[in-house]
């Protein structure tokens, strides 16, 4: 194998090996809902679930469910669009504002602490790295992540 095959390799085993505590657990925890919320509060308008879905990258039935579950937080509430009685238009709440506000306060803490701890030269190298390996990604055709809001707190 040349060290093409083995840094394939030692991705997936390190992607596999942190998956089951760090993403998993972000992802049974928020069940969608976080991207959903940080979507809509970075919109200066009201989105329709079907841009919803577009954006997260998600099914229109997957949506639905994140709906659910946030409008019975309280965190959005959906309405019937005026300008067409067919769509539904979905808004964020002061307390989905605040609980993304949380959230992504939190992750951002967690990513700065481990940026510390590499170091500024290795950190630079690091996102040096990745803004190339995303550039090779798009020359080999991998699609690019569907368009949505930044990430910001």
Request: hydrophobic share 35%; net charge neutral.
């Amino acid at each position: 194998m040349g060290y093409a095959e083995d840094a394939v390799k030692e991705m997936f085993t390190l992607a596999m090996r942190s998956r089951g505590k760090n993403i998993d657990s972000v992802n049974r925890g928020a069940k969608g809902e976080t991207p959903a919320l940080h979507m809509l509060a970075m919109s200066s308008v009201p989105l329709t679930p079907g841009r919803m879905s577009d954006m997260l990258g998600v099914s229109p039935g997957r949506v639905s469910a994140i709906l659910d579950r946030l409008e019975k937080k309280g965190m959005v509430v959906r309405e019937t669009d005026p300008s067409n009685r067919r769509n539904v238009l979905v808004s964020i709440t002061d307390k989905g504002r605040e609980a993304d506000r949380r959230a992504f306060t939190e992750i951002h803490d967690r990513f700065v602490h481990v940026f510390e701890r590499m170091g500024e030269e290795h950190t630079r190298q690091f996102l040096d790295r990745c803004t190339e390996f995303a550039e090779y990604m798009r020359d080999e055709g991998f699609p690019s992540p569907p368009e949505g809001p930044p990430c910001t707190i």
